[in-house]
């Protein structure tokens, strides 16, 4: 199998860098190398293997390390979860043993695992609502309100956004194959509303009409494209879940997933002949 380009080796003058590698194209997963005391916190169901040093423990909320901030600050970070659609819990693992060890968390979807470095990018990404995979224990997970009532009512991904913050690594999935764009200030994109993986906060998100009212019905792009204005940047993912799920669930018409043709100009007849009925 070929390894992706993305690799990191931590500093020693950073506390909580960690070391990674991202293997495989389409179907990915990510490997984190943890030391001795390193945590690393993921979405429930996304390990793939850890190391027998490496203990899980459930928390209740982002498990973003604020443990000492009582009942009342376990329930909101929960409850910011539970707003984008996350589980109230999250998975820490934990090195409790000497040397080194190793943890692995995949994407549920094919697509891509973006590595970021919070710190180079202002502490703060604003993405999709279900892109969190992993991360390094100390990065928050909240919710990012679409200030714009259109732009909460069509933008692709409604009002509420997933804010990532913090000075560490994580890591986000993303559909299909990524592309970062860095906006100089005033420059503008239009990108399809799904299509649209994760921004900055000094970008500005807008929609604008796609076109005439020949394009809106016709052109199958919908009715709005969201605009983004910056500076900073921005991740534009190929194939959003959405999209792979339309159509798959097109592929499969009224008969339960089952016809593996693309249809017969016998109809019936042919499917029976084909083997899809």
């Given at each position: 199998m070929t390894n992706s380009p993305w690799t990191h080796h931590r500093s020693a003058s950073v506390a909580d860098d960690v070391d990674f590698?991202?293997?495989?194209?389409?179907?990915?997963?990510?490997?984190?190398?943890?030391?001795?005391?390193?945590?690393?916190?993921?979405?429930?169901?996304?390990?793939?293997?850890?190391?027998?040093?490496?203990?899980?423990?459930?928390?209740?909320?982002?498990?973003?390390?604020?443990?000492?901030?009582?009942?009342?600050?376990?329930?909101?970070?929960?409850?910011?979860?539970?707003?984008?659609?996350?589980?109230?819990?999250?998975?820490?693992?934990?090195?409790?043993?000497?040397?080194?060890?190793?943890?692995?968390?995949?994407?549920?979807?094919?697509?891509?695992?973006?590595p970021l470095h919070l710190a180079d990018i202002g502490g703060t990404l604003i993405c999709q609502k279900d892109s969190f995979l992993a991360a390094a224990?100390?990065?928050?997970?909240?919710?990012?309100?679409?200030?714009?009532?259109?732009?909460?009512?069509?933008?692709?991904?409604?009002?509420?956004?997933?804010?990532?913050?913090?000075?560490?690594?994580?890591?986000?999935?993303m559909g299909g194959t990524v592309v970062e764009r860095e906006l100089a200030p005033g420059e503008q994109i239009h990108v399809d509303t799904g299509c649209l993986a994760a921004y900055t906060p000094s970008v500005d998100f807008d929609l604008v009409m796609a076109g005439g009212v020949k394009s809106v019905f016709f052109g199958g792009e919908g009715l709005f494209f969201a605009r983004l204005t910056g500076p900073g940047k921005v991740w534009i993912q190929s194939l959003p879940f959405s999209r792979l799920a339309g159509r798959m669930l097109a592929a499969a018409g009224g008969s339960g997933g089952q016809n593996r043709g693309e249809g017969s100009i016998l109809g019936d007849l042919g499917d029976l002949i084909g083997g899809n009925r």
């Open positions: 590698e991202i293997k495989g194209q389409e179907l990915q997963f990510v490997e984190i190398e943890l030391d001795p005391g390193e945590s690393a916190i993921a979405e429930a169901g996304a390990l793939v293997w850890k190391d027998a040093t490496v203990e899980m423990t459930t928390v209740f909320g982002d498990g973003s390390g604020g443990q000492g901030a009582g009942f009342m600050g376990k329930l909101l970070g929960a409850g910011k979860r539970l707003i984008t659609g996350e589980s109230l819990f999250t998975t820490v693992f934990t090195h409790q043993g000497g040397g080194k060890a190793k943890v692995a968390f995949a994407s549920p979807t094919p697509g891509a695992i973006l224990r100390g990065v928050s997970i909240g919710v990012q309100f679409q200030r714009r009532v259109m732009t909460g009512l069509f933008g692709g991904e409604g009002f509420i956004m997933q804010r990532l913050e913090g000075d560490g690594w994580v890591f986000v999935q």
